[in-house]
């Protein structure tokens, strides 16, 4: 066992869990008052759903034995036939415990990167049951397809080295897919949908970047030269973006945004992650600030085209990701690059999009027409929060304030009701009949 | 007794505070206040969306004084407040009937 590697990549599957929180602040600040838990939390639940499907079947189906190509085997159900001395690779191998948890933070990040596509409007129930099957027959096998031994893109030499397509085009794509399926926020283009809290955003920008060190340099999977240049250029390439996204915004727009510069160095976060380790330092400035501005034009295009990608999860992911992706076959300087590989880096973008595009809106559909995906319209208006968390995110005035006595004795004297779902859905909420928080059933 | 109401700009909430100490007024009340006058509002960008925000933030503040104080406490609320930029607010006055002290019950200008 090779320790050094191994302490490396235990930390960095550490990094890699804090972006799923840090994604959760960024995309809750981004959204209104009202429904700025309901965000936190489709973000945050993925790390309970998502973890517990990895140890049962997600592992075994990402990287078990090859089947045919597309998807690996059942093995490892319950990570059987694993322990602590079983190594990837030899013996100067890493625990195969570290690889799986390593991979796992990646499993519980991508489904939860689409939430912010589906802001403000969704149940949560069918949140969590969509980001469950979206894992299972979606993530598992895409990540197989690029990562595992015997994967057809992995086998094709298709360069993505920390997930530019099996993370970030993959849920940029199965978001707008599922955008099209539950459609619009109510008020899209009229009403101001003004983020809530900035500081919030910049916040969890800031623990993405953090986080992504581990992301990017972790994917080397051993502390070596590539983990170096691949953290190197973490940081070189978003700031680039960042530059490219607020010198797009200053002339459009004439102002140098906050929310802007947590975006760009985002997009550029995405973009560097499938090339950083075959581009140099230079390449990654480039790459930095091509995705910055192209990004800053993308989310635009959703006013333009009228999908609501609320938080621009098509915009900044799958935009950047596809730059990104692309971007390697022609930057790269290891001697990879060249029109050969533009060509499979192009077949491995474009199968993910096609593949995870058709599955993701499958899904979608199967959830609308059941258990219903989005939530009913006065809850919608009202704001999330209060009906599927019984909670408030912010207590910040003096008036108003929730009694914690009065609900005390509401609940003991046994009048705590439970909220009659009109959908016949089990979200389990329920309010307390005080007078600061009875809902109005229409 | 007159109520004195100011809606101004909130960074000029410390002067208009000071300046009142200074005149001698007992208390007063502050509350958090938005609107739009002739100035209406602004715009703001959000990852290029702009939005066009017409209620701008302002302070209110409000002081219950004596009939004959009135005009001569208008006069230091506005001095304090004037920025002479668009935006700068509105003083106005109006009669109170009745005024009561909580702790004590005492009524009229005896309760300022």
């Known amino acids: 066992m090779n320790g050094a590697d191994t302490a490396f990549v235990l930390i960095s599957a550490a990094l890699v869990m804090v972006m799923t929180p840090g994604l959760a602040f960024f995309y809750g600040g981004m959204v209104r008052v009202k429904s700025a838990l309901n965000m936190l939390m489709m973000s945050f639940v993925s790390m309970g759903i998502v973890s517990v499907l990895w140890v049962l079947y997600g592992y075994s189906l990402a990287f078990g034995a090859d089947n045919g190509g597309v998807i690996g085997n059942f093995d490892h159900i319950g990570l059987k036939g694993i322990d602590t001395t079983t190594l990837t690779g030899g013996d100067e191998g890493i625990p195969v415990f570290a690889f799986a948890l390593f991979q796992l933070m990646f499993a519980v990040l991508t489904p939860a990167l689409m939430s912010g596509a589906l802001a403000d409007r969704v149940k949560f129930s069918a949140w969590g049951l969509f980001i469950a099957l979206w894992a299972t027959v979606v993530y598992f096998p895409v990540a197989h397809w690029v990562w595992a031994e015997g994967g057809w893109l992995y086998e094709l030499e298709v360069i993505d080295f920390a997930g530019g397509t099996a993370v970030h085009i993959n849920a940029g794509i199965g978001a707008l897919a599922a955008v099209l399926v539950v459609g619009r926020r109510i008020g899209f283009r009229d009403d101001p949908m003004r983020p809530h809290s900035l500081p919030l955003v910049m916040l969890g920008a800031a623990l993405l970047w953090f986080g992504w060190f581990g992301f990017n340099a972790g994917s080397a999977l051993a502390a070596d030269g590539t983990a170096a240049t691949m953290a190197l250029n973490t940081q070189v390439a978003p700031g680039a973006a960042m530059l490219g996204w607020l010198a797009y915004e200053r002339v459009r727009h004439g102002a140098f945004t906050t929310l802007g510069a947590a975006s760009g160095a985002v997009a550029g976060l995405v973009a560097i992650t499938p090339a950083g380790a075959h581009v140099n330092a230079m390449g990654a400035i480039l790459i930095g600030l091509l995705a910055g501005a192209a990004c800053s034009w993308a989310v635009s295009l959703k006013y333009k085209l009228g999908y609501d990608d609320s938080l621009d999860v098509v915009g900044v992911h799958l935009v950047g990701g596809i730059i990104g992706t692309l971007l390697v076959g022609i930057l790269a300087v290891d001697g990879a690059g060249g029109a050969g590989q533009f060509g499979k880096q192009a077949v491995g973008a474009f199968s993910v999009m096609a593949y995870s595009f058709a599955v993701s809106w499958l899904l979608a559909k199967l959830i609308q027409s059941t258990i219903g995906f989005r939530a009913d319209e006065d809850d919608e208006v009202a704001g999330l929060d209060q009906v599927f968390h019984a909670e408030t995110a912010y207590d910040a005035s003096a008036v108003g304030s929730s009694s914690g006595v009065r609900g005390t004795a509401v609940r003991g004297s046994g009048a705590l009701r439970t909220r009659g779902n009109s959908d016949g859905s089990s979200d389990g909420s329920s309010d307390g009949s005080t007078e600061t928080n009875q809902k109005v059933d229409a | ?112």
């Open chain 2, 1 to 112: 007794m007159k109520l004195i109401t100011a809606v101004i700009k909130p960074h000029r909430l410390d002067e208009v505070k000071d300046a009142l100490q200074a005149f001698g007024v007992q208390g007063l009340t502050v509350t958090e206040a938005s609107g739009y006058g002739r100035q209406r509002g602004h715009t703001e960008v959000y990852r290029g969306a702009e939005y066009t925000v017409d209620l701008v933030p302002k302070v209110r503040i409000e002081v219950l004084v004596e009939d004959e104080d009135a005009e001569h406490l208008i006069e230091v609320v506005v001095k304090a407040s004037r920025t002479g930029k668009i935006g700068d607010g509105k003083v106005w006055s109006v009669p109170v009937d009745t005024a009561v002290r909580v702790r004590t019950g005492e009524r009229g200008p005896d309760a300022l």
